[in-house]
């Protein structure tokens, strides 16, 4: 049974609950320690944990109140609209694969779905995936990231102000707080959570800010070693653009905790939209040269695998071949030894961006841009082997086919375009300004469209 069918064969049983029941609501969990926020999974939007909550049971940090009253609705058949992204999907018909149909297949077990089909509403669960964030800290300020997720963000803004000439992603930042990790009670909550949750948790994923640059990445991955948890597969979100000394000692503790079965597994997940200059354009802090040699390190002294986090926004949609010649290039250079094991070591993931409008790949006009869209997809079937390890393969092409029809399909009103393309100008320009960079000769095929946008 291919990946697709498998998935296909869960929607029946979760059925049994609700048509529109998604188990990543329950077991599936993104936490910023510092700003005390959560969501499930990770595409709603996050909202505040009390720390009345917290106080009380830690596991508050994922089992919040307003969580609880999602779950109850998804039991009685409502669509949270938190989980736009995946009615959206599902809106274009029942053969396409949402997010939630995918995520239902891979986390149900029998037990996970009889508790949650006999057990209370309101029941507190351990999720079986965390994902969390300790603070901000971050060498990079990724033109779509948020200030609450970059302190290099944080203290541009600190410095020239919020983005005011625009509508959407102005990133004021008098309106949160982001708590020192060292002083921080939703830190301290977590620390208080772990020796409970850590029981049954399959995967705990560390995101940030750059984690190799928080303590309690280092701490975590300390304890792992002397409190080993040989069910636990542990994964990290690195930009991987921090110094080589990080990434030698990142090698070394992954190294170890995999090669003493201290943890189940280890991977690496890494973000780039596409390749060259335009990739250094949209992750400002990025370095290509010292991101080739960390990712080359790694892949010659692990045997791990990395997953590129590949957010299909409107910069990517006139370049985005070059990454995917890159990834063919890796998986060439990089395989599982002995060669017979049948996944990849280079993997990607291409979700497509939501927000901020400026950035959002539906606002170009259709007629000049859909042909780099279907040339994309071209260029992955004709390279798509589900027998090589050197090839796309068919989830790959079929999750990249979702993002062409989403956008074949969406048409935002005149006022909701005029208002994008407003921005896109607006917010280029006076990202060029404090940052020093060329829009137009960084991306000569969206030029024309930049300028038309100053018209809007
Ligand atoms: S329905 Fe979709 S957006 Fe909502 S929790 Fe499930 S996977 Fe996430």
């Keep these: 049974m291919n ?29 910023y320690l510092q700003t005390g926020e959560t969501h499930s999974c990770y595409h709603p939007r996050p909202h505040k944990i009390p720390l009345n909550e917290i106080e009380i049971d830690p596991s508050a940090l994922h089992n919040t109140s307003q969580k609880k009253h999602e779950r109850l609705e998804m039991l009685n058949g409502g669509k949270p609209s938190g989980c736009q992204y995946c009615w959206n999907i599902e809106d274009l018909g029942e053969d396409y694969v949402s997010d939630r149909k995918e995520r239902n297949a891979a986390i149900h077990t029998p037990e996970r779905f009889e508790q949650i089909k006999t057990g209370p509403w309101d ?8 994902e969390i964030s300790f603070g901000n800290e971050c060498n990079f300020k990724c033109g779509y990231c948020h200030p609450k997720h970059s302190s290099s963000y944080h203290k541009e803004i600190k ?43 399959n995967i705990l994923r560390i995101t940030g800010g750059e984690p190799l640059l928080q303590k309690s990445t280092w701490r975590l991955l300390e ?5 080993p948890l040989p069910n636990l597969e542990l994964n990290i979100n690195s930009n991987f653009g921090v110094k080589p000394l990080l990434i ?16 189940k597994d280890f991977k690496i997940f890494t973000s780039m939209d596409t390749w060259g200059k335009p990739a250094e354009y949209i992750r400002t802090g990025l370095d ?25 926004n409107i910069l990517t949609v006139t370049n985005f071949q070059r990454l995917l010649e890159k990834i063919l290039e890796w998986r060439k250079m990089y395989q599982f030894k002995p060669r017979d094991e049948l996944y990849h070591r280079v993997r990607f993931d291409t979700p497509y961006l939501k927000e901020p409008l400026q950035y959002d790949m539906n606002i170009l006009p259709k007629e000049d841009f859909m042909p780099y869209m279907y040339s994309h997809l071209e260029f992955i079937k004709e390279n798509t082997d589900d027998s090589r390890l050197d090839k796309f393969s068919n989830l790959e092409y079929e ?57 809007e």
């Design 159 to 201: 410095d020239f102000g919020p983005y005011t000439t625009v509508k959407n992603h102005r990133n004021d930042i008098d309106w949160f707080k982001v708590y020192e990790e060292d002083t921080n009670p939703y830190v301290e909550a977590w620390w208080r959570w772990w020796p409970e949750v850590s029981k049954t948790l």
């Design 399 to 455: 999750k990249f086919r979702r993002v062409v029809d989403y956008m074949e399909t969406t048409v935002y009103s005149n006022e909701k375009l005029k208002e994008g393309r407003k921005d896109f100008y607006n917010w280029f320009t006076e990202y060029d300004h404090r940052r020093g960079t060329n829009f137009n000769l960084t991306f000569p095929g969206l030029a024309r469209f930049y300028r038309t946008c100053n018209h």
């Design 248 to 263: 030698d000692r990142l090698i070394f503790r992954a190294n170890r905790l995999v090669a003493d079965k201290k943890i």
């Design 288 to 312: 290509l040269e010292l991101w080739e040699r960390n990712f080359h390190q790694y892949m010659k002294d692990t045997g791990l695998p990395l997953t590129f986090m590949i957010t299909f």
């Design 3 to 31: 990946n697709v069918d498998k998935i296909k064969k869960f929607i029946p049983i979760m059925n049994e609950i609700s048509p529109t029941f998604c188990m990543a609501k329950w077991h599936h969990t993104t936490i």
């Design 123 to 130: 029941q507190n669960i351990n999720p079986e995936y965390i």
């Design 223 to 227: 304890d792992l070693d002397k409190n």
